[in-house]
């Protein structure tokens, strides 16, 4: 398994070059090879979406592909959105409605709203429910998450008037 | 009570962090050097170990080591039990079982570590654990609790005369003598299901040995950072100073975080020691579901006496209990079942017993509930049984025997988790279930909207529940307040933190004593470098028994503001003002000195310091409750089951509840509705299952099914009832496992009043559609 394979990968707007073993998770490499540690790993088995990334601006999970499949492609990760010093409206608006609480899922929901927010800019409360579904939260019982995304859309939206 | 910054719904300090990704948790730790851990786990759930050749594993590039019981020598000890055997009660039997390191001699459940890889990297360290040859003589394996019990069943612990871990027996009152006087006596076998704790962050464990300062520092996303220091120094032969362990940002708890003596806790220093080499070990989630710790899982007889008009003489309970293969977590869950099933209503006479059985399972130990859910469950399943024999409705039969504000503080006789006997110390349960009533229109659902439901074939029933959740448990915390040169403010206590708010709740308590800016208050949680006392995060104590020893901190920090202010200003204390940020003579603002340089001044570099005068704007205080606080409440659920499809549509949801005094509203409603989550989740989805031979069916979240958004309903209703406690200052009670609670008994009793013209009898706790579809068809057709 040692073979390495060389990469190139679009991260947050920085081209990374590597050499990958074939077998390395894309989130692993997310992780451990770019420090990028917003991405959160939480089952490896594609059914928490805690590891949710944007691949060509999809919403995907990391865990379920390898680094080598993201060559040539464009990653977005949490760390693209805001900063703590200036929050993306949609951060801003989870902090807001207290959104999240041990924090561990919220990127991946986060990576997951975007793109949904982009296409559905005035959801309703059940396309929300639909949209985050499959990105599990074991501290909220979703309602405040519900709450923040709609707030969200009122606030992306509006900034776009 | 509400304040400038206590009572408020302050946004959380430590949001942000965590919303951009730069929160740092246990798995975001690197330290240059670093190598990686594997664990080869057992198959077998009962097996005699024959051999485990781990030659191969040794010679795979990249691995640096490789560990079986045989190679740790006389490291290889088991135990010391995390919580002691309840002695405090009379005739109490416990047999002590603690983890071992690792597996040796025999296996006892599936999933449990056999053998120890360090790596170069993860990936290698797992590619190592298949190169290891294990060679094992399957048992058959001890499953079926009741089965378990008795004299011919296989052992899980041979040394042992049968699988009985502890038999526990409380009687308050005298229940035999109440039975003869009895116009009822229903009797009834319940299940409380199996569950998962299932934070979204697996555990993990960071460990780095420097050899030139003999001083090992650990990160670790555990509940109990102090207990677990002490673990380590007390097996590695070091004194506590030279063992740090610092939590980072924890992604959740639940429970099974506690741990301080998996096999990972117990090696790792170990090893890191030998190896002179800094170490991460990452749980997956497999691991997660087969090796750490689960709970519920109870086997419960009920006996319930009353008389005509539904007043209860008596209750008696025997259950059944899984502590799984081992037990080191002493009786806390079962002890909690025995405190929380009668706890509420008026019960003078009560009888009840933990038959604590070792199967070959993984260890159970607390998870959110913690043995309060099953004693509710079972309790309230009765007061449904009762209804229906007595023709009452669930909700009048209850606000019969519910207990009286008057009768508050009322000794209970049964000693619980914390070994000392139950006082409940305040509340109103009657207007918490009124309350909730009013919320959900009972009167309304039963009187119009059932029937006109039931009309149009649409299949609505209600269920209505009351509880109680012991909170804020002994022994103690502390922390310590102090101002910086700056103006801002540390806080540091030995409690930690998994996401319920504390950075800001702890804050809050502190601007409120010293009029600074919340966000100016820096809360350290659970880093036994700045705070070195501590039991932990369980119980729902953080706001209360952390928050009342930073609430004491904090005033004594306040007085001594005054007294070194007043010297400074020149005027009496009684003339001093605390200004945002500053300390200021009273009505003239203009003369004040920031707390800051007043920081400055409490601690003079030359000159003379009184005697009794410690240095710095700085308090050290404790708390310490002679009981619980209880938390009460009462929850209605109104469900709509297809009979077909078994499916479930969750109507309403309403819950009342009372926490006593509220330090953050916002933070509050995402506590209940947490637990509210993980309640529902326990009373339809979520189900650990094992298979006659042990082996774990629900090992993935494929199989273990949590609560995804379109399952919960559309909007918790929660009111809020306030009856300080009695015990702290500022009134406080937790809420942490609260909303967990009534879910499972309140689905119950709806699915039974929704399918109408059957006679069901649900007595499991867990009911997916499959389980209610062989409900219904066990029941009769009315």
């Known amino acids: 398994m040692s073979q390495l394979f060389p990469i190139k990968v679009t991260v947050n707007g920085t081209v990374y070059e590597r050499e990958v073993e074939p077998r390395l998770l894309l989130s692993d490499f997310i992780r451990h090879d770019l420090g990028l540690f917003g991405t959160h790993v939480g089952c490896e088995h594609g059914m928490c979406g805690a590891c949710t990334i944007l691949f060509d601006g999809e919403p995907v999970r990391s865990c379920l592909i390898f680094a080598v499949q993201a060559t040539g492609h464009e990653i977005r990760t949490v760390e693209s959105l805001g900063s703590p010093e200036h929050l993306h409206p949609l951060q801003e608006a989870f902090h807001e409605k207290h959104g999240l609480q041990c924090g561990f899922c919220t990127p991946g929901i986060l990576m997951t709203v975007v793109p949904f927010l982009e296409q559905h800019p005035h959801p309703s409360e059940d396309e929300i429910r639909e949209a985050i579904d499959g990105n599990i939260c074991r501290c909220t019982g979703y309602e405040k998450i519900i709450e923040s995304v709609q707030a969200a859309s009122e606030k992306m939206s509006s900034g776009k008037q | ?782």
């Open chain 2, 1 to 782: 009570m509400a304040g400038k910054y206590f009572g408020q719904p302050v946004l959380r300090l430590e949001d942000k962090h965590l919303l951009t990704g730069r929160a740092k948790f246990v798995d975001d730790i690197v330290i240059p050097g670093m190598l990686h851990a594997a664990f080869l786990r057992s198959d077998y759930a009962h097996a005699i170990i024959k051999n485990i050749d781990v030659t191969e594993a040794r010679k795979h590039p990249g691995v640096v080591a490789v560990y079986t019981a045989e190679d740790l020598g006389d490291y290889w000890k088991v135990g010391p039990l995390q919580v002691p055997p309840p002695f405090a009660i009379k005739g109490a039997q416990f047999n002590a079982r603690p983890l071992p390191p690792i597996a040796k001699g025999k296996v006892r459940f599936s999933g449990e570590p056999i053998a120890i890889v360090i790596a170069e990297s993860r990936y290698i360290a797992e590619d190592a654990c298949e190169d290891i040859i294990f060679d094992a003589e399957p048992l058959p394996a001890v499953i079926d609790l009741e089965k378990a019990w008795e004299d011919t069943s296989v052992l899980v612990h041979d040394d042992l005369p049968s699988n009985m871990a502890a038999l526990v027996k409380q009687e308050a009152g005298d229940y035999e003598a109440a039975k003869k006087l009895a116009d009822v006596v229903i009797s009834k076998r319940f299940v409380a299901d199996h569950v998962a704790g299932a934070a979204m962050e697996n555990r993990g464990f960071v460990v780095n040995w420097d050899e030139r300062t003999q001083e090992m520092t650990v990160w670790s996303g555990t509940q109990a950072p102090l207990p677990l220091r002490s673990a380590i120094a007390g097996r590695m032969g070091l004194v506590e100073n030279q063992v740090r362990v610092i939590t980072p940002y924890i992604g959740g708890g639940f429970g099974p975080k506690v741990m301080t003596s998996q096999s990972d806790d117990v090696l790792l220093p170990w090893i890191a020691m030998k190896l002179n080499r800094p170490i991460k070990w990452i749980e997956d989630r497999r691991e997660n579901f087969l090796g750490t710790t689960s709970e519920r899982d109870q086997v419960h007889h009920c006996e319930m006496a009353l008389k005509k008009d539904g007043t209860i003489l008596g209750f008696k309970d025997v259950f059944y209990h899984n502590t799984g293969a081992y037990d080191p977590y002493g009786m806390t869950v079962p002890l909690n079942t025995q405190t929380h099933t009668v706890s509420n209503y008026r019960v003078p006479n009560f009888s009840t017993e933990i038959r604590m059985v070792f199967t070959n399972e993984m260890v159970v130990t607390p998870v959110r509930g913690a043995g309060r859910s099953e004693g509710v469950f079972v309790m309230e399943r009765m007061m449904d049984l009762a209804a229906k024999e007595l023709k009452m409705d669930p909700a009048e039969i209850r606000l019969k025997n519910l207990l009286k504000t008057e009768e508050f503080p009322l000794n209970t006789g049964v000693i619980g988790q914390d070994f000392v006997v139950g006082v409940l110390d305040s509340g109103d349960y009657k207007v918490n279930l009124e309350k909730c009533l009013e919320m959900v229109d009972y009167e309304k659902f039963r009187k119009e909207i059932q029937p006109k439901a039931r009309k149009e074939g649409k299949h609505l029933g209600i269920g209505v529940v009351a509880f109680t959740e012991g909170t804020a448990v002994g022994p103690y915390e502390g922390a310590r307040v102090t101002v910086g040169n700056n103006g801002k403010v540390s806080v540091s206590t030995g409690y930690s933190t998994q996401g319920q708010g504390h950075f800001t709740v702890f804050a809050q308590i502190v601007a409120e004593q010293l009029n600074v800016k919340v966000e100016d208050v820096r809360v350290i949680t659970g880093d036994t470098g700045h705070f070195h006392w501590g039991a932990g995060t369980f119980a729902s104590r953080g706001a209360t028994i952390a928050g009342s020893a930073i609430h004491s901190a904090s005033v004594m920090v306040r007085e001594k503001i005054f007294a070194t202010a007043s010297k400074f200003l020149e005027v009496p204390e009684d003339q001093v003002e605390l200004c945002e940020g500053s300390a200021c003579v009273k009505g003239h603002p203009e003369k004040f000195i920031s707390l800051g340089e007043l920081a400055g001044k409490a601690n003079p570099m030359r000159g003379a310091v009184e005697a009794d005068v410690k240095p710095g704007l700085e308090a050290t205080a404790y708390y310490a409750p002679p009981h619980c606080a209880t938390g009460s409440g009462a929850c209605a659920m109104i469900i709509d089951v297809d009979p077909e499809t078994m499916m479930i549509k969750i109507e309403r949801f309403v819950l009342v509840h009372d926490c006593g005094t509220v330090i953050n509203p916002l933070l509050l409603e995402g506590q209940i509705q947490g637990g509210v989550s993980m309640g529902i989740g326990n009373a339809f989805y979520e189900k650990i299952i094992y298979d006659d031979n042990g082996q774990l069916m629900t090992a993935s979240f494929m199989d273990y099914l949590m609560p995804q958004a379109t399952d919960m309903p559309k909007k918790m209703e929660i009111g809020h009832n306030v009856h300080p406690s009695p015990l702290n200052t500022l009134g406080i009670k937790g809420v942490g496992e609260a909303g967990a609670l009534p879910p499972s008994p309140a689905f119950c009793q709806a699915v039974e009043d929704a399918l109408y013209e059957y006679d069901l009898d649900i007595t499991e706790s867990n009911l997916n559609p499959c389980m209610l579809y062989e409900f219904r068809n066990k029941a009769t057709k009315r």
